[in-house]
């Protein structure tokens, strides 16, 4: 049995492959975890800072699972597994100024990066860019009433944004477009509001 996934978490739990030696990289409650264990049928990594979070994972494994196949390892970022036989990271619970830093820390490249930043995904594209990722996918998930970029890089190629995807992503989704329409309608209720201080200054200053 799967553990109950949101929108965010299915989005990238999907990117999974059978066969594929996955770790969950600030993995919180091991749900991206757990689901690659059932989805690969191979033992998974799952790796966070912090001790009690890992008891989290390992408790839910412990429901959903017959054996103990999700590994749970205590660390900062991708040290834990540096030496452990695994080709694909996923790291979805962190901003994107994190997840950089996570990447630009470790020495080894990976065949598979499944990322969902919570903030700033520009950042995230711009270093993606420019230290040498190939992004095979990237769209926008929306989970609740958030949108969520998923991008899946691999570690070694070469990626251009236009500025418009930098922000947005590369691949058009309905999630997209209406991600697009709020960001428009948030920018020009911003755009009035600026007009009419404006207006409001210069009338005090008569």
């Not at 059978?18 to 749900?31: L, M, N, S, T």
């Not at 103990?68 to 597994?81: A, F, Q, T």
């Not at 990447?103 to 490249?109: E, F, N």
Request: charged residues 30%; glycine residues 6%.
């Amino acid at each position: 049995m799967l553990p109950t996934l949101d929108a965010r978490l299915a989005a990238a739990a999907e990117l999974v492959r059978p066969g594929e030696p996955v770790a969950d990289i600030g993995c919180d409650h091991g749900k991206i975890a757990n689901s690659a264990v059932q989805i690969t049928k191979n033992p998974t990594y799952a790796v966070d800072i912090s001790a009690e979070c890992l008891m989290k994972a390992r408790t839910l494994s412990k429901e959903l699972l017959q054996e103990d196949d999700v590994i749970c390892l205590v660390g900062d970022g991708l040290n834990p597994v540096k030496d452990k036989d695994v080709d694909t990271i996923a790291i979805a619970g962190m901003g994107a100024h994190e997840i950089v830093k996570i990447l630009s820390d470790s020495d080894k490249r990976y065949e598979k990066y499944i990322l969902v930043p919570h903030q700033h995904a520009d950042v995230l594209r711009a270093f993606l860019q420019e230290n040498g990722f190939l992004v095979k996918k990237d769209g926008v998930v929306k989970s609740g009433n958030k949108f969520y970029p998923v991008i899946v890089a691999e570690g070694i190629g070469y990626t251009r944004y236009t500025p418009f995807e930098t922000y947005f992503g590369k691949d058009e989704t309905e999630d997209l477009v209406e991600f697009i329409g709020m960001r428009k309608k948030i920018l020009k209720m911003l755009a009035e509001t600026r007009e009419i201080e404006e207006y409001e200054n210069q009338r005090n200053n008569r």
